[in-house]
């Protein structure tokens, strides 16, 4: 059965994210989004463990769903276009901050195990080494090396992934305070990482320049902190549905039943480039190698972006595919294409009314950005959203890079469109 599982997500206990996010919430954004499977994020928060041991009840082997009751009322308020069923595995993200090498690393990892058992035993041990309840993304003194010890001692079916890889500042990749290789961060028990998370400033071919990631499937996630960005990112699988059903492929780089990921356009991503915020000044790597790092407008040091690091990293030239490599898509989510085809911001109510009438007529969003055939949107009045998601899917567009957190733009629609296609209908 093929389904897209977000493996990446957050709740209203972590901070800067939406006081929103919750199972309920989660299970109909997962609907109106397409998704089938949904991590449910920060199980090391105490709360947030306990209202997941609450909403949500055993479905298939390692899996959750939201209790009967809850969903009945959630799916009342779904278009019909849209329903199905959403399933939960349990996941969180850990901030490890400590030092190695005389340096001090701050790599972000995400943790899965296979049941509330594991995820109470793992936390136990966790709450002894820092602070569980001030974050759902809890921020602790402890080397990624022996997190993943403890991880794998939770149960021998819980499972480590360095999260966003390339990230600046918290990832293993990291150009502020990661490594240049996997072994360097996770020691003698490297040969237990079997999967990287990319992150939204990278794509799997900007990976498939480095040969020592070859053994290991790349998997691409929404990192959400409000529910409607759910599914930005996200994997494609054709498996059983259940906790096994979702790792064996990526332990084995099984490509029957993974079949890759959704992307972002990578320059969309807040730190695809170099850059300075503050000054408003992005720079692609050969031109901050020439400027030693600093910025061109206050000479201060720049932000290295994924771009930079992969390039300092590379050890083959853009275009190699490994062969056991799958494939991939580059998306831009509905409301960012609405928001282009109206000329208006993408949290407008013109948007937001767009939206939900597309919905309703056309079923779940990744279903439309992935499948819809144009000629049946063109027929019924949309020719702009059209034209758009058809450039998205040939990958023609004109982007600006996102830098130093800065979200980059992926423009699919230019001023001569609005004179030669006709308007959406009201």
């Known amino acids: 059965m093929e389904f897209l599982a977000d493996l990446h997500i957050h709740s209203r206990y972590s901070r800067a994210c939406s006081a929103s996010l919750c199972p309920?919430?989660?299970?109909?954004?997962?609907?109106?989004?397409?998704?089938?499977?949904?991590?449910?994020?920060?199980?090391?928060?105490?709360?947030?463990?306990?209202?997941?041991?609450?909403?949500?009840?055993?479905?298939?082997?390692?899996?959750?769903?939201?209790?009967?009751?809850?969903a009945a009322a959630v799916d009342a308020r779904i278009p019909a276009s849209c329903r199905g069923q959403v399933r939960f595995l349990l996941g969180t993200e850990i901030s490890c901050i400590y030092k190695r090498g005389g340096k001090v690393r701050k790599v972000h990892n995400l943790v899965y195990v296979p049941s509330f058992a594991a995820a109470r035993k793992l936390r136990a041990r966790l709450e002894k080494i820092g602070n569980l309840r001030s974050d759902g993304r809890p921020i602790l003194g402890l080397d990624s090396r022996d997190l993943l010890e403890l991880?794998?001692?939770?149960?021998?079916?819980?499972?480590?992934?360095?999260?966003?890889?390339?990230?600046?500042?918290?990832?293993?990749?990291?150009?502020?305070?990661?490594?240049?290789?996997?072994?360097?961060?996770?020691?003698?028990?490297?040969?237990?990482?079997?999967?990287?998370?990319?992150?939204?400033?990278?794509?799997?071919?900007?990976?498939?320049?480095?040969?020592?990631?070859?053994?290991?499937?790349?998997?691409?996630?929404s990192d959400a902190h409000s529910p409607e960005k759910l599914g930005?990112?996200?994997?494609?699988?054709?498996?059983?549905?259940?906790?096994?059903?979702?790792?064996?492929?990526?332990?084995?780089?099984?490509?029957s039943r993974f079949f890759g990921t959704l992307e972002f356009f990578p320059e969309q991503g807040k730190y695809h480039v170099?850059?300075?915020?503050?000054?408003?000044?992005?720079?692609?790597?050969?031109?901050?190698?020439?400027?030693?790092?600093?910025?061109?407008?206050?000479?201060?040091?720049?932000?290295?972006?994924?771009?930079?690091?992969?390039?300092?990293?590379?050890?083959?030239?853009?275009?190699?595919?490994?062969?056991?490599?799958?494939?991939f898509?580059?998306?831009?989510?509905?409301?960012?294409?609405?928001?282009?085809?109206?000329?208006?911001?993408?949290?407008?109510?013109?948007?937001?009314?767009?939206?939900?009438?597309?919905?309703?007529?056309?079923?779940?969003?990744?279903?439309?950005?992935?499948?819809?055939?144009?000629?049946?949107?063109?027929?019924?009045?949309y020719a702009l959203p059209a034209l758009a998601i058809g450039r998205m899917r040939a990958g023609r567009a004109s982007m600006a890079p996102g830098y130093d957190g800065e979200f980059g733009t992926v423009s699919l629609l230019s001023e001569p469109d609005f004179a030669d296609t006709k308007r959406i209908p009201a």
């Open 329 to 381: 898509e580059k998306l831009v989510p509905l409301k960012d294409i609405l928001s282009q085809a109206l000329q208006v911001g993408p949290s407008s109510k013109k948007v937001a009314a767009l939206y939900t009438r597309m919905l309703e007529r056309f079923g779940p969003e990744l279903d439309i950005l992935r499948k819809l055939d144009m000629k049946v949107l063109e027929s019924e009045g």
């Open 151 to 221: 991880v794998l001692d939770s149960d021998p079916r819980s499972y480590l992934v360095p999260a966003h890889a390339w990230t600046p500042h918290f990832a293993v990749f990291g150009s502020a305070s990661g490594f240049d290789a996997l072994e360097d961060c996770f020691g003698d028990l490297t040969q237990h990482i079997f999967s990287l998370e990319t992150g939204l400033s990278s794509d799997p071919e900007m990976n498939w320049r480095l040969s020592a990631l070859d053994d290991l499937s790349l998997i691409s996630n």
């Open 274 to 327: 170099d850059g300075h915020r503050n000054c408003q000044v992005r720079m692609d790597p050969a031109e901050t190698l020439r400027r030693k790092g600093l910025c061109t407008s206050c000479g201060k040091p720049v932000t290295v972006g994924v771009l930079h690091r992969v390039e300092k990293l590379a050890d083959r030239p853009l275009g190699n595919r490994p062969a056991s490599a799958p494939g």
């Open 24 to 70: 309920e919430e989660l299970h109909r954004w997962g609907l109106l989004k397409g998704l089938r499977v949904l991590a449910t994020g920060d199980f090391t928060h105490p709360a947030w463990l306990a209202e997941l041991e609450e909403k949500l009840t055993p479905a298939e082997e390692g899996l959750l769903r939201l209790k009967p009751e809850l």
């Open 232 to 255: 930005r990112e996200a994997n494609i699988f054709d498996t059983e549905l259940s906790y096994d059903g979702i790792f064996e492929p990526l332990k084995k780089k099984d490509l």
